[in-house]
């Protein structure tokens, strides 16, 4: 059944179109409602919307009709959409369009009197007839024709207060906004995901100064057309001066927000002020910024009841709470390198065209936080005749961005990390006061425990708490400082200070820790790095511990390190804080500490080749072993030190460090280091193609390892033997020498060494065309020693391009070209980062292709 006659419809029609002509009026705005509550009882009613920008335009009259039509039908089927439309007549159309069968009756024509007649939508009759002594009450409509005298009176009900305006409160976007497409288009699908009976809340979390207000304000002013009854903003963090101390309490917020929604009177409650809140609210299409909140507690009276509505919470914190009770969560990171360079350039101009690599460097010492790079640019702009690479400079010594940049002498940054250093408890305090001082990127959460065990004397502030082991006291205070986004997680246990962060924690830790503390921190970030350290090289190379120098009992213990490949991430992870140990050990005279670490990373060295930290941790190892009078330290360190000068393309330097090494060894008679000294200068000899030298270093070495029994050493040799036969041309030697190299290292369980063996081998067997009739039996090989190389026990990425490089050679020779440039190229992008001479030879080989 039709809830209206022919005429009804026209009516509504009438009413429709009179509505889309103005949509900025409230009944507009009203009909958006009504359009919601049809959708809900039939989705499909949304389609015949025109939506906003098409109302007032040319909008074609068929659809004006369909939608009338769909409306009037789905009303005698749904109470909730006849209820609504009857209401959105009866507001803003009266005296005008009203429904035969409404609440606009005769009065005394019946047993049911206007008052107590509920509002309906109901078929027309045919007629209607009034008497007449009748008065008709309330919006009439003309359905046909009208017989007798008829006389019009107006309406003696008072004309409804003027609307309050519609709260349009959100902060101005700034003029330049760069560089968070990403951002936008996350926050675009979590909004895009929530449930369409809940309540929806967006919590914006980082860092202080990375743009959270901005770039939640501009997100909402790009959605304003979703929420035309308003957009409500409110300062979390502002200080609530004229009653108490702290931050903004929400019983303020709420009088504002009720305010501006044009409530008359407020209670004087929070619990009632709430609740008036979400009453108000219900059903409106609201959007509510809550800026700078500290605490879920603080923000959820504030929260829309309504899932028409949207809140938008930004913070330091990361509030866990909301996020328990459903909110979604995402955390703002710096901008992009290209669009901080961008921002900087606002002020900088052409000076940071013209010097790239400062720029870069300005933008990576502000964290690539906006707040600080617009301080940056600022800078500039300022100072017209100061060059980008002088601002570099200024922002890197001392104290950094954070004392550095200032507004009208205010060092803004520093202020900002106070205020979120202060909030914290007493024990996370400490602990990051104690990670600044560390001279590291990544903290484990081992060694965040050994620090949280320094518990302060009676009075002070510490880690610990009463009843609380260090374990736990670390995991409470680590949990504090990742909530303030203080502290960043990267991985199981694993967590960094921002760039910004490490030297405002760092002065903090100067200013506040006392001398003996310090020592005592530095000293066991310092064992830290010996024990897992040790456990490394005890699973990646047990055949290089160094006898007689274990660690002594009580050393801060290690973090537990579970196989090979975990224990190479671990070193890779944690390679500059290892180098940062080396580095603070040299500089406080802890000369033992200094060679010994250096010598455990061994396996960091031998793996992943980074050449420049090789080198200037073997110099302070070397000079260290000399000064603690360990003859075995500097024999290590000359040994081990030259590889990585060799490695660097320094071979005549390397031979050098050898020969002070074969000195040193002859004169204290130790056979398996003068072996390793000669087989060092027996290589050297090897680059610079001096056959003849290189076999007569390998051979000696070879006769010495035999001589003591040194299985493994005298394998590494022949390894070299064989190395030695390719550069002259043997295959035939080349292989027999890798073959009896492999058989004992396969045997001894040497599972990388055997790898390199077999890489070799495969190589040498291409080369020779797959003499021993096993065709493809040479690429095959390298293919095994590729996946071996890739994962586990036997993982190098130097060794990985070497294979790589093998590979296409073989392809090349096959003449298969597509398969040759696919492993020069897949070998290039890996010794970009290894070798830049070695990936420069692979670019000229495939341009000459």
């Known amino acids: 059944m039709r809830a209206f006659s022919s005429d009804g419809s026209e009516a509504l029609l009438s009413a429709l179109a009179s509505c889309g002509a103005d949509p900025e009026s409230p009944a507009w705005r009203e009909l958006a409602r009504v359009m919601d509550t049809a959708a809900r009882a039939d989705p499909s009613v949304a389609r015949l919307w025109p939506g906003r920008e ?13 939608l009338a039509d769909v409306l009037g039908d789905l009303a005698s089927r749904d109470p909730a959409t006849r209820l609504a439309l009857a209401e959105w007549l009866r507001d803003h159309f009266a005296p005008g369009p009203t429904l035969p069968g409404s609440p606009s009756v005769p009065s005394g024509s019946g047993p049911t009197s206007p008052a ?25 409509v003309q359905a046909r024709d009208i017989h007798g005298g008829v006389h019009f009176h107006p309406s003696a009900t008072p004309a409804p207060p003027p609307r309050h305006p ?78 108490e101390d702290g931050p903004v309490s929400p019983a303020t917020v709420l009088e504002a927000f009720l305010i501006a929604l044009g409530a008359s009177s407020v209670p004087s409650g929070t619990a009632q002020r709430s609740a008036l809140w979400r009453s108000t609210t219900s059903g409106l299409r609201l959007a509510v910024l809550l800026d700078s909140a500290f605490t879920a507690a603080q923000v959820r009276p504030l929260l829309l009841g309504t899932p028409t509505g949207l809140t938008v919470v930004t913070s330091r914190n990361n509030l866990t709470g909301l996020r328990v ?95 979120s250093y202060d909030v914290l408890p007493g024990g996370s305090r400490a602990l990051y006061r104690r990670m600044g001082l560390l001279p590291a990127d990544r903290h484990d959460l081992s060694l965040l425990t050994a620090l949280a065990a320094d518990v302060e004397e009676p009075g002070g502030e510490g880690p610990g708490e009463e009843g609380v082991d260090s374990a736990e006291a670390a995991d409470i205070a680590v949990g504090a400082l990742v909530e303030s986004n203080l502290l960043e997680e990267t991985g199981p246990g694993t967590y960094r200070l921002h760039d910004l962060v490490q030297p405002h924690a760092r002065r903090l830790g100067e200013e506040l820790e006392d001398p003996g503390r310090r020592e005592r921190t530095l000293r066991r970030f310092v064992d830290w790095c010996l024990s897992t350290a040790a456990s490394a090289e ?48 040299a500089r406080l ?70 020969r002070q090494a074969l000195e040193a060894a002859t004169a204290d008679g130790d056979v398996r280091q003068q072996a390793q000294a000669l087989s060092g200068l027996g290589h050297v000899a090897l680059l610079a193609h001096r056959l003849d030298e290189a076999r007569g270093h390998f051979e000696h070495a070879l006769r010495l390892r035999e001589s003591i029994g040194y299985r493994r050493g005298a394998a590494l040799t022949r390894r070299r033997l064989g190395e030695t036969a390719l550069a002259a041309g043997d295959l035939a030697t080349a292989a027999e020498q890798l073959r009896r190299a492999g058989t004992v290292l396969d045997a001894l369980g040497e599972t990388y060494e055997a790898t390199r063996v077999l890489a070799l081998l495969g190589h040498v067997q291409d080369r020779a065309g797959d003499p021993d009739g096993d065709p493809g039996g040479g690429v095959r090989r390298l293919r095994e020693a590729l996946a071996r190389f890739r994962a586990g026990e036997a993982r190098s990425e130097h060794w990985e391009a070497r294979c790589l490089e093998w590979l296409g050679q073989a392809a090349e020779t096959r003449g298969d070209r597509e398969e040759s440039v ?26 000459q292709r």
Not at 174 to 197: C, I, M, Q, V, Y
Not at 830 to 845: I, K
Request: proline share 6%.
């Open 54 to 66: 098409a109302w007032g335009h040319a909008v074609e009259a068929e659809r004006w009709h369909q």
């Open 538 to 585: 005890g699973i990646l190379t047990p055949s290089h511990r160094l006898a007689g120098h274990d660690l002594p009992a009580g050393t801060t213990p290690a973090t537990p390190l579970d196989g090979p490949e975990e224990a190479l991430t671990w070193l890779d992870t944690h390679r500059n804080g290892l180098m940062g140990a080396v580095r603070l050990s």
């Open 325 to 419: 009770d459903g909110a979604s969560v995402h955390r703002l990171e710096g901008l992009p390198a290209a669009s901080a360079v961008e921002l900087l350039a606002v002020g900088g101009g052409t000076r940071v065209v013209r010097e790239p690599a400062a720029a870069r460097e300005v933008v990576r010492l502000c964290g690539r936080l906006p707040l600080a790079v617009a301080l940056a640019s600022a800078q500039l702009a300022l100072r017209p005749h100061r060059s980008v690479s002088a601002l570099a400079d200024s922002l890197s010594r001392g104290r950094g961005a954070v004392d550095t940049l200032r507004v009208d002498g205010e060092a803004v940054m520093r202020t900002a990390l106070d205020m």
């Open 589 to 658: 005279g802890w000369h033992s500490s200094c060679w010994r670490l250096t010598d455990l990373m061994w396996p960091l060295f031998l793996r992943l080749r980074p050449s420049e930290m090789w080198i200037e941790a073997h110099r302070l190892g070397l000079e260290a072993a000399r000064r603690s009078g360990s003859r075995q330290g500097e024999g290590r360190m000359l040994t081990s030190g030259a590889i990585g000068l060799r490695d660097a393309g320094r071979h005549r330097e390397a031979a050098d460090w050898y």
């Open 822 to 847: 696919r492993h020069y190229e897949a070998a290039r992008a890996l010794l970009r980062r290894l070798s830049p001479e070695d990936a420069q030879r692979l670019d000229d080989r495939l341009r």
């Open 116 to 140: 107590a007649a509920p509002p309906s939508l109901t078929p027309a009759a045919t007629a209607n007839l009034i008497s007449g002594s009748s008065v008709l009450h309330g919006p009439s």
């Open 166 to 243: 519609v709260p349009r409160q959100l902060p101005p976007v700034t003029a330049r906004f760069l560089g968070r497409e990403a951002d936008r288009h996350a926050l675009d699908a979590l909004r895009a995901e929530r449930p369409a009976h809940a309540p929806q809340v967006l919590v914006v979390t980082g860092l202080a100064g990375v743009g959270k207000t901005s770039f939640a304000a501009r997100w909402l002013h790009e959605h304003a057309d979703s929420f035309p009854d308003g957009q409500l903003y409110a300062d979390l963090g502002a200080q609530n001066t004229a009653v």
